[in-house]
C-alpha cells in the first residue's frame, strides 16, 4: 500500500508540476502580439485604383497575432551606426527620423484586433538607401501594450 501511495504522490506532483508550467507559458504568450514586416524596393502597380507614380517604397505590415486587441501610436525609423545591442554597451543612441508620411494607408493611431493587419508604405529616398548600406535601418511601430517599439530591420539593395 505504501508504494501506490508514494507513485500516486510522485504522479500528481509531476502532473501540478507541468500545469503550472503550461499556465506560465500561456501567460507570457497572451496579450497583443505584434509582428511587423518590411520588404524595401517595392514599387505600385500601375492600373490599380491607388496607382501614384513610379517611386520606390518600403512597404510596411503590421499584423497582430496575439489574443487582445492594441492601438498602433506611431511609427518611426531608427539608424544605428552600430548593431544595436553594441550601440545599448556604448551608450551611443540611435537617430531616429521624424514620423515619415505612410501612403497608401489608413492614418494613425488606429486599433488592430487579433488577426487584423495595417499595411503601408514608406517613400524610399537616396538618405534612407545611404544609411541602410552604411550601418543600420530599423522601420519599427509603437503601439498601446508596450513601452518598447516593435522593429524590423531594412537592407535597401542598390537598383540595378
Not at 497583443?32 to 520588404?39: F, G, K, L, Q
Not at 552600430?82 to 531616429?96: E, H, M, Q
Request: overall charge positive; proline content about 7%.
Amino acid at each position: 500500500m505504501n508504494i501506490i501511495t508514494n507513485i500516486a504522490a510522485w504522479w500528481g506532483a509531476v502532473i501540478a508540476t507541468f500545469v503550472i508550467i503550461w499556465d506560465i507559458y500561456k501567460w507570457k504568450h497572451s496579450g497583443s502580439i505584434i509582428n511587423v514586416t518590411a520588404s524595401p524596393n517595392m514599387q505600385t502597380v500601375e492600373n490599380f485604383p491607388t496607382y501614384k507614380d513610379d517611386k520606390d517604397y518600403i512597404s510596411i505590415i503590421v499584423t497582430n497575432t496575439g489574443n487582445i486587441k492594441t492601438t498602433i501610436t506611431h511609427l518611426v525609423i531608427f539608424y544605428y551606426k552600430y548593431n544595436p545591442i553594441l550601440s545599448k554597451i556604448l551608450k551611443k543612441k540611435a537617430r531616429t527620423f521624424p514620423e515619415p508620411d505612410p501612403y497608401n494607408s489608413p492614418l494613425l493611431p488606429i486599433m488592430l484586433v487579433p488577426g487584423e493587419m495595417w499595411p503601408c508604405d514608406i517613400e524610399r529616398n537616396d538618405e534612407l538607401e545611404k544609411l541602410s548600406r552604411n550601418g543600420f535601418l530599423y522601420c519599427g511601430i509603437y503601439h498601446s501594450n508596450s513601452k518598447k517599439p516593435v522593429m524590423q530591420r531594412v537592407i535597401i539593395h542598390k537598383d540595378n
